[in-house]
């Protein structure tokens, strides 16, 4: 049976971009089709623009810092308004190189939804049907509102990045790592900013020590966390919301965001009719080379839930490329994926954080907390947390948690040595780099806990 490609590609993210370009560069017949923009969740409204706004919310703080150092300058105000138009210029020339790369390695794209007819044909949202030998589901995910009254007044992080202008306050909900991180970003660009989350901490799922001081840093920083706290109804009031809370407390805000969650997007895609299993949640569910239950059809990235995070998208994007056209059999390694959350303070960490760590084996932890230099001087209070959770029975290191600025930065190279097997000893070995905070990774000698 003759198709009209080799390959087409459902999303125009980070892992459907990777696995198309690097087929069609292999002289593979590959069309591609996105129905908003191309780069995905990552560049057009997740890491990228929340990176830049980021580093714009950090600045706040280096003036005071500077003048502690004997700088004699003052702050002027932030312009959101010239911030984000550079913001967004910056994503269009993204978008831009998104789209040389598919069309210089002559990938076929179209603008438009596609969604699945059978196991060899999609149709497009102009009615339109093509066929592949092979398709890749790789459409991403989507922030999901809870359902309760009033939550239409609401906006998600898609939103975040296209406000008018800045409120004057904020409430957040939720406690994962999307919500901790636009709490210190509103709250650095000078928004006052309120957290509610309905767990007993933020960042479940992280490392205990690790997310405890993360949030007593933000409160000490001003962030008003509840913890334990969550909403029952929203509405408006003027130009306000009135938002009333599971603590009783009844309040108004200028803005509400969700980040309570991220749902796969395979709603009504077809796939039930062509028989693609999926989870609860919606996601696709794959074997260890991204294949579905249809033999034609494999799926990457957020879309299938297993690690959502884009490095691990092009990855499998690859895999995908081996596997299939490359005839190499290729699985992706899920295991010590080093990650960096952008929480003020920042956090970075690789394996096994101490109470899952502890639930496996008997384990030794070595940690330290301190006021770094830089900080210190300037009279700041804020601490930092270096943190090795090892193995007694193989003395490898099974978890390394840094919180301190520069924590992505650290982590990406002590994520090698991790990834690598070392022991704490191989850690030991390693000469201190002075002064810096990440000497302290390989000087602690002795255990501060064991299980």
Request: aromatic fraction near 8%; charged fraction near 25%.
């Amino acid at each position: 049976m003759s198709f009209d490609y080799d390959l087409f590609v459902i999303g125009g993210g980070s892992g459907g971009v990777r696995a198309a370009r690097v087929a069609a560069a292999d002289g593979v017949k590959v069309a591609l089709a996105e129905e908003d923009r191309y780069g995905g969740t990552c560049v057009i409204r997740g890491c990228v623009p929340k990176k830049l706004m980021v580093f714009a919310s950090e600045y706040s703080g280096m003036v005071d810092d500077a003048r502690a150092y004997g700088w004699d300058f003052q702050a002027g105000d932030f312009d959101w308004s010239s911030f984000k138009t550079k913001l967004h210029a910056e994503l269009d020339r993204l978008e831009g190189v998104y789209r040389n790369i598919l069309a210089s390695n002559g990938v076929e794209t179209f603008d438009q939804r596609a969604r699945m007819v059978d196991a060899h044909t999609v149709e497009l949202a102009d009615g339109s049907k093509k066929t592949a030998k092979h398709i890749l589901l790789a459409m991403g995910g989507r922030p999901v509102m809870p359902d309760l009254p009033g939550a239409e007044l609401g906006i998600t992080s898609n939103e975040i990045f296209h406000l008018d202008k800045l409120p004057e306050d904020i409430l957040i909900i939720g406690g994962g790592y999307i919500a901790c991180e636009f709490a210190g970003i509103m709250h650095g660009l000078g928004v006052k900013t309120t957290q509610y989350y309905r767990g007993a901490q933020i960042l479940r799922g992280f490392d205990d020590e690790t997310r405890g001081l993360v949030c007593e840093e933000m409160c000490q920083r001003g962030i008003d966390v509840h913890l334990g706290t969550n909403i029952l109804e929203m509405c408006k009031e003027g130009d306000k919301i009135w938002v009333k809370a599971t603590n009783g407390d009844e309040r108004l805000f200028d803005q509400v965001m969700f980040a309570t969650g991220r749902r796969p997007n395979t709603d009504n895609m077809g796939l039930e009719d062509v028989g693609v299993a999926m989870g609860r949640k919606g996601e696709v569910t794959v074997d260890d080379y991204s294949q579905t239950g249809v033999p034609s059809i494999f799926a990457v990235g957020d879309v299938t839930d297993r690690v959502n995070l884009t490095p691990v998208a092009i990855r499998e994007g690859m895999a995908f490329v081996e596997t299939v056209f490359r005839g190499n059999p290729t699985k992706v390694d899920h295991e010590l994926i080093p990650t960096a959350i952008f929480t003020q303070p920042e956090i970075g960490t690789v394996g096994l954080g101490e109470e899952e760590a502890a639930e496996q084996e008997p384990i030794e932890v070595y940690a330290t907390s301190f006021k770094p230099m830089q900080q210190s001087f300037a009279g700041r209070a804020e601490r930092v947390l270096m943190k090795l959770v090892v193995s007694k029975a193989t003395r490898k290191v099974l978890g390394c948690h840094i919180v301190a600025p520069g924590a992505g930065e650290m982590i990406q190279l002590a994520g090698v040595a991790v990834k690598m097997g070392a022991t704490k000893e191989d850690f030991d070995r390693t000469v201190a780099v002075h002064p810096t905070m990440s000497e302290e990774i390989v000087t602690m000698k002795a255990p501060v806990r064991s299980t």
